[in-house]
Nanobody, 121 residues
């Protein structure tokens, strides 16, 4: 059994900062990548940032220079530091872990339940 749990969402004023955390736990053999996605009502879930086990990072254009993803590989944890937040960043933020539970099992994505981020004055 694998669990992915996010925390750290909330209400913040424009220009403010938030730090999201996500921890994967359970019967994990290896994690290839961890990522943050976000979704607003009526829209598709979109990639915000991703970091692979080799340290390769990818960011959505809308968040480059404002958001930073980081991982604590030993603790199966990923963080998203969000600075200079804008109302357009308001969304439910989801954590995804691409992992395998055994060496012979293919890697697959595991999703968290999401955490709400609201940017408003």
């Amino acid at each position: 059994q694998v669990q992915v749990v996010e925390s750290g969402g909330g209400l913040v004023q424009p220009g403010g900062s938030l730090r999201l955390s996500c921890a994967a736990s359970g019967s994990i053999f290896s994690i290839y990548a961890m990522a943050w996605y976000r979704q607003t009502p009526g829209k598709q879930r979109e990639l915000v940032a991703e970091e692979t086990d080799s340290g390769l990072t990818t960011y959505a254009e809308a968040v480059k220079g404002r958001f930073t993803i980081s991982r604590d590989i030993a603790k199966n944890t990923v963080f998203l530091q969000m600075n200079n937040l804008e109302p357009e960043d308001t969304a439910v933020y989801y954590c995804k872990a691409d992992l395998t539970v055994a060496s012979w099992v293919p890697t697959r994505p595991y999703w968290g339940q999401g955490t709400q981020v609201t940017v408003s004055s």
